[in-house]
């Protein structure tokens, strides 16, 4: 049953990917695919929120932050000019190794700037070891101490963002390079590429939803699951609470900068604003909208509610939203609003609920 | 003499930022040890109370604008309680904590929409923006003095209230523990109430003394909630007097940091501070560690 649901899913995904592609050429309106390729780099981070908040229960403020931190390291390492440190020994030995390509500014200046692997390479380093000086005081703790840790971090991150000039300031970074990932392969926000970055982008999510969905089968989601019921009872059963929990914060927290390193590619530039604790809180607002321990359901609820938002149809209404679909969704239907349809169809085809396993009837 | 004047200067505008921390983490101590709930919209209410004094102060004298202020958000608060949290006893502490995400970015964007991005503020309680009282060699405005008073009044009448009087005691009771308080007739959800209608009161209160100096802006609570959060572990959660302790040390720190390092760092360090105090003492300087009194997450 369970890989028949799979397979169900898995042949489901690429349908609806295909479809809403089709859809929308055979409609002329292919423009809207790049807001579609961008909700689906943001749904990576809320990939990663839901499993913190779904599978480990903790809330994470910073996710917002962690995206930027991506985006950031990125863009700053792929648009900086590094030739004035060329005569440094070991420039050569980079550039030879291909990490540092030689590289046309916005007004036609020769520079040497960081490749986009490397420069991914770096963000991801740097995202780990932030996560982990973050989480590891914060996570030791009961309680809710890891969302007020990330709340102050995102605080600190969009100010020094505004505020220092190699990140731009409030401008932002722009003119960031494209990243051949591989050969016919690139992630760039030219229209003739669109097409190919919209798929590109459903299959990392893709793939990065299936490595997640077999995370969470395995040992590891197993220990999950019991210190999201009962953490007290986890420990007691040998589960290294603290140190699951870890793993999980800077595991969701590298997803976060991942999706902000292709988001900085494929849009070719990132603003403060991303870093603002407004959109972390967003971020949380999505995966709850989405069921928190549902990774289809938060991955399908946070690309349309992106989708709606980037389209502008919130007007200036967009945060409120935002935050008062948060307030309903957790109040009325903590399980997210997509469980309660599945049951509904479910009891309509004739299934009997996987939840009510308790048989009235029996003997 | 110039430096000591100047270090006198520093501590003042310490001192004065450390109350209003003080105040927030007060709040944040009332609501966590009445529910459990980490209320991210506590610096809401600062922001609020600061906005709807400014507004009638327009038609009102200034005490009755800064008393209606209050009481209209004290007000705000128990309907918050009353409105979500009294309804979902089933709900976990996460999903509570996650509404009180939920409200701090309405409750923001309803400021944005009733009144707009302006920054505004009230009239000098006494004097204006350059009167000054001298102390010691150092000048200090008089609304520094409204702000040390009225923070001071407020925590002792706090304290008398949690102490001497039967409803105070009661509040006691429930945070300490509810089963039995509850066996002795004491109506919880009632002191839940109370407990976020006192607690927004105070940071009212807080949001209309420290106007004049900060002025008010719709986007001006996150970071005194961030602060204020930083003093209440610092003192250690669930004891309103070391919260004290740790809002004046939170902002001493801060005025220290503004003295020597550029200006940006000065949210820096309050969060080097959380951290750290996370790391080495994470019951808080004043905390006793009593995991059993937190509720299972």
């Known amino acids: ?68 931190l991506g985006g950031y390291t990125t863009a700053v390492l792929t648009t900086h000019d590094f030739s004035g440190i060329r005569a440094c020994a070991g420039v050569g030995v980079l550039e030879r190794a291909g990490l540092l390509v030689a590289q046309q500014d916005l007004y036609g200046q020769a520079g040497l700037s960081v490749a986009p692997w490397a420069a991914f390479a770096a963000a991801m380093l740097l995202t780990f070891v932030v996560a982990l000086l973050i989480g590891y005081p914060a996570l030791r703790l009961r309680g809710h101490y890891l969302a007020m840790a990330t ?99 800077v595991l969701s927290a590298l997803l976060a900068a991942l999706a902000g390193v292709f988001f900085t590619h494929y849009t070719g530039g990132i603003a403060p604003s991303e870093a603002g604790a407004l959109k972390s809180v967003r971020y949380v607002a999505l995966a709850a909208a989405g069921g928190m321990a549902n990774l289809w359901g938060v991955t399908v609820m946070s690309i349309a509610l992106n989708y709606c938002s980037l389209r502008g149809w919130f007007g200036s209404y967009d945060n409120a939203v935002f935050g ?29 609920d996987p939840e009510r396993r308790t048989p009235h009837g029996a003997p | 003499m110039q430096n000591e004047s100047l270090a006198l200067q520093y501590l003042l505008s310490g001192i004065t930022k450390g109350s209003i921390y003080a105040v927030v983490a007060i709040g944040f101590n009332l609501i966590y040890s009445a529910t459990g709930i980490i ?26 604008a800064v008393t ?9 608060g128990g309907l918050l309680e009353l409105a979500f949290f009294r309804r979902l006893r089933r709900h976990s502490i996460l999903h509570l904590v996650i509404i009180t995400m939920g409200l701090s970015i309405v409750i923001q964007e309803t400021a944005l929409h009733i009144w707009d991005e302006k920054v505004r503020s009230l009239p000098y309680f006494t004097g204006n923006e350059v009167s000054s009282v001298r102390f010691l060699g150092a000048a200090i405005s008089p609304q520094v003095l409204w702000v040390l008073g009225t923070v001071a009044l407020a925590v002792l009448g706090l304290h008398f209230f949690l102490r001497y009087t039967l409803t105070g005691r009661a509040m006691r009771a429930c945070s300490s523990n509810p089963e039995a308080a509850m066996l002795a007739g004491i109506n919880i959800p009632n002191m839940r109430t109370l407990a976020f209608g006192l607690s927004a009161a105070l940071g009212a209160l807080a949001g209309c003394v420290v106007s004049p100096m900060t002025m008010t802006h719709y986007e001006m609570g996150a970071p005194l909630a961030i602060k204020g959060f930083a003093a209440a572990i ?16 939170v902002g001493l720190l801060e005025a220290a940091s503004v003295s020597c390092l550029p200006a940006v760092y000065n949210d820096v360090s309050a969060f080097v501070i959380l951290l750290l105090v996370i790391f080495v003492r994470p019951q808080g300087l004043w905390g006793a560690l009593a995991p059993d009194r937190v509720r299972e997450h």
């Open chain 1, 1 to 68: 049953m369970p890989r028949l649901r799979l397979l169900f899913l898995l042949a489901l995904f690429p349908v609806m990917v295909a479809g809403a592609q089709l859809g929308l050429r055979a409609a002329g309106m292919e423009y809207c695919l790049t807001q579609l390729t961008m909700s689906v780099y943001y749904a990576l981070v809320v990939m990663g929120l839901c499993l913190l908040m779904g599978y480990a229960g903790q809330v994470s403020l910073g996710h917002g932050a962690f995206f930027a």
């Open chain 1, 151 to 249: 709340l102050g971090f995102t605080l600190i991150v969009s100010k020094l963002l505004l505020g220092s000039a190699l990140t731009g300031s409030a401008d932002g970074i722009h003119g960031v390079p494209e990243w051949k990932l591989l050969p016919g392969l690139t992630v760039s926000g030219r229209s003739a590429l669109r097409v190919q970055n919209y798929y590109l982008a459903c299959g990392l999510a893709l793939l990065l939803l299936l490595g997640l969905r077999n995370l969470l089968r395995s040992r590891v989601g197993r220990a999950l699951l019991a210190i999201h019921d009962r953490e007290t009872a986890a420990n007691a059963m040998g589960i290294n609470t603290a140190a699951y929990k870890l793993k999980v914060f």
């Open chain 1, 324 to 352: 008062a679909l948060l307030i309903l969704i957790i109040s009325l239907a903590p399980e997210g609003p997509l469980k309660p349809l599945g049951l509904w169809l479910r009891r309509l085809a004739g299934r009997p």
């Open chain 2, 39 to 64: 209320n991210f919209a506590q610096g809401e209410f600062l922001m609020l109370g600061g906005m709807v004094a400014v507004t009638l102060a327009a038609y009102v004298p200034l005490p009755v």
């Open chain 2, 68 to 76: 209606g202020a209050v009481a209209l958000v004290a007000l705000v």
């Open chain 2, 234 to 249: 610092l003192g250690g959660l669930g004891n309103p007097m070391a919260a004290v302790a740790g809002g004046l040390l």
